[in-house]
């Protein structure tokens, strides 16, 4: 195992962090970084915004969810799906580009032009020996998210991440097995062999958390993920992108 694979095979997720910003430097290698990542046809249909005021970090940990690592950390990124700049091309070049651009099939771009360029951002960051923690509580209040980061229409603020020097050990948290995920040639659908293998899995959540809390917890993972799912979150979110003037057909 060589040592990218060795770095990306131990991730955890950081939620305690140091008091110490990151530098400039730092920065600017981790947004380097990012930019690195594949883009669909050289699209680059995302932009990522770096907040270090303390009274922002606040205001965006409040309206995740409280989150206190939103507001105490090295650096806080946002990352946003961005189609504003292709707009401001096709006005340039005197082209009609608004049917594209408000397309579903462009916004699935810009999310995942985004979600590659921030898990470059990730390895680059635990690669310099800093933490990350993604969070998705961005989009509980994306009204009031939008306001405080003043992004244009065209613009969807996705999900942070923040960033820093870690001042915890967590453990490592179990996958699924890989032969649960990965599917070769056609998508297996054996019921019997999903559902042991479902079976093994909770076993070992359930194990893990167990002696992580000393017996104060034991939940499966199946049991954690049809609690989650029957909850109903962010159900405003296909007219928030629609105001947004994202995928609109």
């Not at 950390?73 to 049917?99: Q, S, T, W």
Request: negative net charge.
């Amino acid at each position: 195992m060589n040592d990218v694979i060795s770095l990306l095979q131990s991730h955890r997720s950081i939620r305690k962090f140091k008091d110490q910003p990151l530098t400039d430097e730092q920065i600017r290698l981790i947004v380097g970084s990012a930019q690195s990542a594949s883009t669909s046809s050289f699209v680059q249909a995302y932009s990522i915004i770096g907040i270090k005021e303390k009274e922002k970090k606040r205001k965006l940990a409040e309206l995740v969810g409280n989150q206190s690592y939103v507001e105490n950390n090295g650096h806080f990124f946002v990352f946003c799906a961005d189609f504003h700049r292709h707009e401001l091309i096709g006005k340039r070049e005197g082209k009609d580009v608004l049917p594209s651009i408000e397309s579903t099939e462009k916004f699935m771009v810009g999310i995942i032009d985004a979600s590659l360029a921030a898990q470059n951002a990730a390895v680059a960051a635990e690669s310099l020996g800093l933490g990350i923690c993604y969070i998705g509580g961005i989009r509980n209040n994306l009204p009031e998210v939008k306001e405080i980061l003043k992004t244009p229409e065209h613009v969807i603020p996705l999900f942070g991440m923040a960033v820093g020097y870690p001042d915890q050990d967590p453990d490592f948290k179990p996958r699924l097995p890989l032969e649960h995920v990965y599917h070769e040639e056609e998508y297996q659908q054996d019921k019997e062999v999903y559902e042991r293998q479902l079976d093994e899995y909770d076993a070992l959540v359930s194990s893990y958390y167990e002696e992580r809390t000393e017996g104060k917890r034991k939940d499966r993972w199946t049991e954690q993920m049809a609690l989650m799912l029957e909850k109903r979150v962010r159900m405003y979110m296909k007219e928030f992108v629609q105001k947004n003037k994202m995928d609109l057909h």
